[in-house]
């Protein structure tokens, strides 16, 4: 039986951790639409600037995308545009914040929408990531705004070396900023059975090659998934961690013969793993 035409379901879960830092400022949410079924947004938000100040961007970032994805018409909407509205919407209300505030509050975003035919639009602005994988393979994965990659791009460095180099975490664009941010889109047609998307922020990617992570999220649960990437995350950082955030979502083909006729089964609870 072709992928298309199986009876699915969406498996979910988010994970956050403080790491090694003494404050929180990654957020991270994964939101089931309120009046349809099957559509979902997972949203991921790397906040920057003083003690305060990225707690108070990711905060913004998330509440923006409630209150968007809430209004978001399945029916009538374009996805993409909706995910540029939170983009958009975000990044001004975090100039506002840094109005009233003695911090300059900054954050990245990565967030992707799922819609009822299994169609996935993507949004990203920052250093944070989504990743698409099939099976344990990387299909795609989203490009870094940021000073090394402009260098990887100009082939003057090797993402291994971008790793480790000195100006690895330096953006060239982010909400909260004077200027625009950065936004890229990508759109996938249809997640198939067997499929995972994932959001995450730079301290979880920074640990892992894609390959590594398509291993782990194709042969563990969501939840003990998320559970192992962000203990071996925190083993690899020695001590000087970041603080780490995923959002994931993964297609799987429903066994249960009694659900054949349903073509989608409920969202999975998400889960919450690390403080």
């Not at 949004?123 to 795609?140: E, N, T």
């Not at 705004?145 to 100009?154: G, K, M, N, P, R």
């Amino acid at each position: 039986m072709n992928s298309s035409t199986l009876s699915y379901r969406l498996v979910a879960t988010t994970a956050l951790h403080r790491g090694d830092r003494q404050y929180q400022q990654d957020q991270v949410a994964l939101l089931t639409h309120p009046r349809v079924k099957g559509c979902v947004l997972g949203i991921v938000a790397d906040g920057m600037g003083g003690k305060s100040g990225g707690r108070k961007a990711s905060d913004q970032v998330l509440m923006t995308a409630r209150q968007v994805f809430e209004r978001y018409s399945v029916k009538d909407d374009d996805a993409q545009a909706t995910l540029g509205q939170i983009v958009t919407e975000a990044h001004l209300v975090i100039k506002l914040t840094a109005i009233s505030s003695e911090e300059e509050p900054h954050s990245t975003i990565a967030a992707f929408l799922v819609g009822p035919q299994r169609q996935c639009d993507v949004v990203h602005a920052g250093d944070s990531r989504v990743y698409h994988f099939r099976g344990a393979d990387l299909v795609w994965r989203s490009k870094d705004h940021s000073y090394v990659q402009t260098l990887i791009d100009a082939g003057q460095l090797t993402e291994e070396e971008a790793n480790v180099h000195p100006q690895s975490n330096l953006l060239t664009g982010c909400l909260g900023t004077f200027e625009d941010p950065p936004v890229s889109f990508k759109h996938i047609p249809e997640l198939m059975v067997g499929d995972t998307i994932m959001a995450c922020s730079d301290g979880l990617w920074h640990y892992f090659t894609s390959k590594e992570m398509g291993a782990i999220v194709s042969t563990l649960p969501p939840r003990e998934a998320s559970e192992m990437l962000i203990n071996k995350a925190r083993q690899r950082a020695r001590g000087g961690g970041d603080n780490l955030s995923l959002s994931l979502v993964r297609v799987e083909a429903l066994k249960d013969p009694l659900l054949a006729s349903t073509p989608f089964s409920p969202l999975t609870p998400s889960s919450l793993y690390g403080q």
